[in-house]
């Protein structure tokens, strides 16, 4: 294609509501262009990303027997309102009327819709198993819609459903979308991690996140370098630190830290480890009556070492905490510690409270934590001796940098990541509450057993361009990039032999099947390198008068510090050699 044919529209600055690296080079380099808060059209250039995203996972979901198909983006409200979701998802759900009156929602998913295809199509076990699924636009009414394509609220998503006759069956589809995912990403070139993550709304019992390694991501991902462990900072486990509690050395002492209200300011003043220290936490639930009125309030206090964090996912599957819980208000606390936030502690308490504590903290001696008045706390505290042993000991903390592994084979390290894809394993969770059901060897109507598998199409360009970017601008994988190669004539406008030495490597390589670029433009050479830097074409070629009369062109990838000679007869084989070593070719 010629430069002539398409359209480019480079920005020398980024607007100034740009926040992320990736949201910044996908409008400076026209890829997206901003129509409302988290709506984006995306412009010739970021299209052709998109479409080669798409055939890629096109091609591995057909090849992993998944079966295309393709469900609305507008869906009736009955079909959420069968599950519950129509009421439970929130404002995150974009509910429409009709003109008349009826609901429907502007899907974020598809699991409702493709359940009901199920259940009326697939009545035997014969027709089993089965996996469908589409790449659709999908909506979300994020309230703060931000970093361009990260976050946005109209996304591109490919969505796949399994369904299965058991569960060793559904298992195995499982297994063949995640090894499916896992071609997807090579192919793409990405560096990404697998790692085992919390179900979270879409509900179920098996889940693995696709990460995309990256600085900027929002999500921690935990891993073991020795060792295949990884999970997402939500599920990963935190074994104890303390293999066992030993006898107390000390005797309790209420000490004197006026205005130290923290374990890290309590820990200096005392001149003690800070791993010496514990931190409460007061969480509430309640019970309500039909009405909706409250009828109980259940206080619980929550300890954790004082250089740890409360992992709020963790505490959320606790029996007592499943149902929902909030942070306690500042009169409840005072209601049962006699004291406000800061100084709390598990001893001398006003009211009952149900406490649980954290595998290290339940192996912990000689221990100081707030002494429920303001400005002192206890040292010296033990278990057994000064307070009774916790209601209930478990994993409530976040895992960190340097704590072992859980499978033993060492110790664990953090990075970030930008989550791209998403496999769960459902069950009969939506089966159930629409009554899907197929007809087993007996003639006995079973439940069918479901899997989701999804994958951000948008998004992953936004996680691409955050993990290969450089003062350029961005740097694409070979699979993934607009043009595979560009083609930059120095004068294509004024000098005949450029003209016709640039056509003709033009026509050559588009003759096998590469995807490549003309530049005609006649513009000066730095702002020509300029776009296309920006733009992150993996491989660009440059012709000019005087390299013509040497016999030679400049070759440069996109990662290379410099340009390279090459004889103009041997161009061609030297960017087949480039293009077939695959995505590192320009590293």
């Known amino acids: 294609m010629k430069s002539s044919q398409f359209f480019i529209s480079t920005l020398k600055e980024a607007p100034a509501d740009a926040e992320i690296v990736s949201h910044k080079l996908m409008l400076r380099a026209g890829f997206i262009k901003r129509l409302g808060a988290g709506i984006y059209n995306y412009m010739p250039m970021g299209l052709r990303v998109i479409r080669k995203v798409e055939a890629i996972i096109r091609e591995e979901m057909n090849r992993a027997g998944a079966v295309e198909l393709l469900m609305p983006v507008v869906q009736p409200a009955e079909l959420w309102q069968e599950t519950g979701r129509f009421d439970k998802m929130g404002p995150e759900l974009l509910r429409v009327k009709d003109r008349h009156e009826r609901d429907f929602i502007i899907q974020p998913t598809s699991e409702e819709v493709v359940t009901d295809i199920a259940r009326q199509e697939l009545r035997s076990y014969k027709q089993l198993p089965k996996n469908f699924y589409h790449i659709q636009t999908k909506f979300r009414d994020e309230r703060r819609p931000r970093f361009g394509v990260m976050r946005g609220r109209e996304f591109t998503m490919k969505d796949a459903y399994s369904f299965d006759r058991d569960v060793a069956s559904a298992g195995k589809s499982y297994d063949t979308m995640y090894a499916a995912y896992c071609a997807v990403f090579d192919r793409l070139g990405l560096q990404y991690r697998a790692v085992a993550a919390d179900t979270g709304a879409i509900g ?183 307070l009774p042993e916790p209601d209930e000991v478990a994993d409530i903390r976040n895992a960190q940098a340097g704590d072992p592994s859980p499978d033993g084979q060492g110790v664990l390290a953090i990075q970030r990541g930008i989550e791209v894809g998403h496999v769960f394993y459902l069950g009969t969770k939506y089966s159930k509450a629409m009554n899907a059901t197929f007809l087993d060897e007996g003639g006995k109507p079973q439940f069918f057993e479901m899997g989701c598998y999804g994958i951000g199409v948008t998004r992953i360009l936004g996680a691409a361009i955050e993990q290969s970017h450089d003062e350029r601008g961005i740097v694409w994988p070979d699979s993934i990039a607009p043009f595979t190669v560009v083609i930059c004539p120095i004068g294509y406008d004024r000098s005949a032999e450029v003209k016709a030495a640039a056509d003709q490597l033009h026509d050559q390589l588009q003759a096998q099947g590469v995807d490549v670029m003309l530049d005609d433009r006649g513009e000066r050479p730095g702002a020509m390198f300029a776009d296309w830097e920006l733009i992150g074409v993996p491989h660009r070629v440059v012709l000019s008068d005087r390299g013509l009369k040497e016999g030679t062109v400049e070759y440069q990838g996109r990662r290379d510090a410099a340009a390279t000679k090459v004889a103009v007869a041997e161009v061609l084989a030297h960017l087949q050699a480039r293009l077939s070593s695959g995505p590192a070719a320009s590293a």
Request: charged content about 25%; hydrophobic content about 40%; overall charge negative.
């Open 204 to 386: 179920g019992d098996r889940s693995h996140e696709f990460q995309v390694i990256a600085e900027t991501g929002e999500d921690a991902i935990v891993y073991c370098p020795t060792s295949s462990y990884a999970a997402n900072i939500e599920l990963a486990e935190s074994v104890p630190l303390i293999a066992q509690r030993v006898a107390p050395a000390q005797g309790l002492e209420k000490t004197p830290t006026p205005g130290k209200s923290t374990c890290e300011d309590v820990a200096a003043l005392l001149n003690l480890p800070l791993q010496r220290t514990v931190k409460s936490l007061v969480l509430a639930t309640e019970e309500r009556n039909e009405a909706g009125d409250i009828t109980k309030v259940t206080v619980w206090l929550l300890l954790v070492r004082g250089d740890h964090a409360l992992n709020e996912v963790k505490a959320g599957k606790l029996v007592g905490l499943k149902g929902g819980y909030r942070f306690a208000t500042v009169a409840e606390i005072e209601e049962h510690f006699g004291c406000k936030p800061g100084y709390l502690g598990p001893i001398g308490l006003k009211k009952p409270v149900k406490v649980i504590a954290d595998r290290t903290v339940a192996n912990m001696s000689d221990f100081v934590c707030g002494a429920n008045e303001a400005d002192f706390h206890f040292t010296g505290v033990n278990w057994g001796r000064d």
